[in-house]
C-alpha cells in the first residue's frame, strides 16, 4: 500500500545514546516533514525537506539533526538523547493530494 | 512563524448534540486549513479542509467555516455521535514557506451517550 512507514514503531534508549529514525514514502513526494507530539499537545515541526538532498530548522529543531540523501527518505537523528525528547515522532509527506502521516514512534528516553 | 491558537482544550457534549471548535491563526499568507481527528495511539486522520479562497464547506455532519478577514475557522459537527470522541486539531498551511502545516494544541471531545 502507498504510503509513509516509519521505523523502528517503540524504542526506549538511555540518556547520551544516538539512535535514527527512518521514514519512507512511495508517494514521489518532493516535501516532508518531521514533527513530535507530547502527551496533551498538538504537534510540533522539527525538521523539513522541500526535495532530496535539501533541509530546514522547523519549530523546535534542537536536538536533532536530518537527512534527505534520497527522495524517498528522510532520516531524523538524535545524536545524544535527552529525556526531553521523550515523545512521539510522526513523519509526514505532501503532495498533490495533501499529506500523509507515519503511523508514529514512541520513543522513550529513560 | 505562523502561530495556531484553539479552543476550546475540552469539549464535552451529549450524544446528539452539535459541537463547535474554534482557531485562529497569525499569517495571512497560510492558504490551507486542514481538520484532523486523531485517536489514543493513532496517527491524525484528515477529516475535512478547506482552501483561502472558499468560506464554507460541508461533508455529511461535519463543517468547516473560515473568515480571512478575521483569520479565524472553526469546525462544526452536529448530531454528534460516541464515536466522534477524538482529539481534534486544526492546522494552518503556508505554501509558500515549504508547505508547512502549523497545529493548534488540540480539542479533546467526548460524546456521552
Known amino acids: 500500500n502507498a504510503g509513509v512507514t516509519q521505523t523502528p514503531k517503540f524504542r526506549v534508549l538511555k540518556t547520551g545514546q544516538s539512535m535514527t529514525l527512518l521514514c519512507a514514502q512511495d508517494m514521489n513526494h518532493e516535501y516532508m516533514y518531521w514533527y513530535r507530539q507530547d502527551p496533551g499537545m498538538g504537534l510540533r515541526l522539527i525538521h523539513y525537506s522541500v526535495g532530496e538532498g535539501t533541509t530546514a530548522k522547523g519549530e523546535v529543531p534542537d536536538g536533532y539533526n536530518v537527512s534527505r540523501l534520497k527522495k524517498q527518505n528522510f532520516l531524523l537523528g538524535l545524536e545524544s538523547a535527552a529525556p526531553s525528547q521523550t515523545s512521539v515522532y510522526f513523519c509526514?509527506?505532501?503532495?498533490?493530494?495533501?499529506?500523509?502521516f507515519g503511523s508514529g514512534t514512541r520513543l522513550t528516553v529513560v | 512563524g505562523e502561530n495556531v491558537e484553539q479552543h476550546p482544550s475540552t469539549l464535552s457534549v451529549q450524544e446528539g448534540d452539535s459541537a463547535v471548535i474554534k482557531c485562529t491563526y497569525s499569517?495571512?499568507?497560510?492558504?490551507?486549513f486542514p481538520w484532523y481527528k486523531q485517536e489514543l495511539g493513532k496517527r491524525p486522520q484528515l477529516i475535512i479542509d478547506?482552501?483561502?479562497?472558499?468560506g464554507e464547506k460541508k461533508d455529511q455532519r461535519i463543517a468547516v467555516t473560515l473568515n480571512k478577514t478575521a483569520k479565524h475557522f472553526s469546525l462544526h459537527i452536529t448530531e454528534t455521535q460516541p464515536e466522534d470522541s477524538a482529539v481534534y486539531f486544526c492546522a494552518a498551511q503556508i505554501k509558500a514557506a515549504g508547505n508547512k502545516l502549523t497545529f493548534g494544541g488540540g480539542t479533546r471531545v467526548l460524546v456521552k451517550p
Open positions: 478547506i482552501r483561502s479562497n472558499v
Open positions: 499569517d495571512s499568507a497560510s492558504n490551507y
Open positions: 509526514a509527506s505532501f503532495g498533490a493530494y495533501g499529506y500523509t
